[in-house]
């Protein structure tokens, strides 16, 4: 057990992808926080304290819609911004499935797996059962990609809006082409029981 997240060590790929989505998600609320401060006639001190006045990271999505949304539909860009919202919900729900989780290798079983204790938890009536899930490599090289996707979205923009309301363009990002929203993990999760489960200190599932 050398370092940090040895079950990681023969899963370079893995560790860095999810590292960048675990570190990219502070840009994605930075970007709302400029969005922001764009609606708001370039006050970036009051769009911050309005936006990160504001605990957890739902919350702060939902205070960004409620700013932006309006402004946006005055300059024809409300659409874009359902996709850009869109794009960041999603990309924060993939964040915080991976920055809850605790990792896990099978003596029995090729591959890496995954334990989400905060859903498990708040789902738990009686005796807590927690579900293994396979992590796949080509759906992590997706998730990256939409993390991708969502920033050029919220980018696009921070260069969109301000011709609208009679300012300079000060900055040049293209309108990324569309990419759907990949799933969080596939479906062939399945409980974790009996000795597997006592292994992992969870011995009354």
Request: glycine share 6%; net charge neutral; hydrophobic share 40%.
């Amino acid at each position: 057990m050398d370092g940090l997240l040895f079950e990681f060590d023969n899963y370079p790929t893995e560790h860095k992808l999810i590292g960048d989505m675990l570190l990219a998600y502070g840009e994605i609320e930075f970007c709302l926080l400029s969005c922001i401060s764009q609606a708001l006639n370039d006050d970036t001190n009051t769009s911050t304290r309005i936006l990160f006045r504001v605990r957890g990271e739902s919350s702060r999505m939902e205070v960004a819609d409620a700013i932006l949304r309006p402004a946006y539909r005055k300059v024809g860009l409300e659409g874009k911004w359902s996709n850009a919202f869109g794009a960041a919900k999603h990309s924060k729900n993939i964040r915080n499935q991976y920055a809850h989780c605790h990792w896990q290798t099978m003596e029995d079983r090729e591959g890496l797996f995954f334990i989400n204790l905060d859903t498990e938890a708040a789902s738990s009536i009686d005796n807590l059962q927690v579900t293994v899930v396979p992590l796949h490599l080509d759906l992590v090289r997706q998730q990256h990609q939409y993390f991708q996707y969502a920033l050029a979205c919220l980018y696009y923009l921070l260069s969109a809006y301000p011709p609208k309301v009679g300012r300079e363009d000060k900055l040049k990002f293209p309108e990324p082409k569309s990419i759907p929203a990949p799933p969080l993990y596939r479906k062939k999760a399945r409980p974790l029981v009996g000795r597997e489960a006592a292994a992992i200190g969870f011995k009354n599932c």
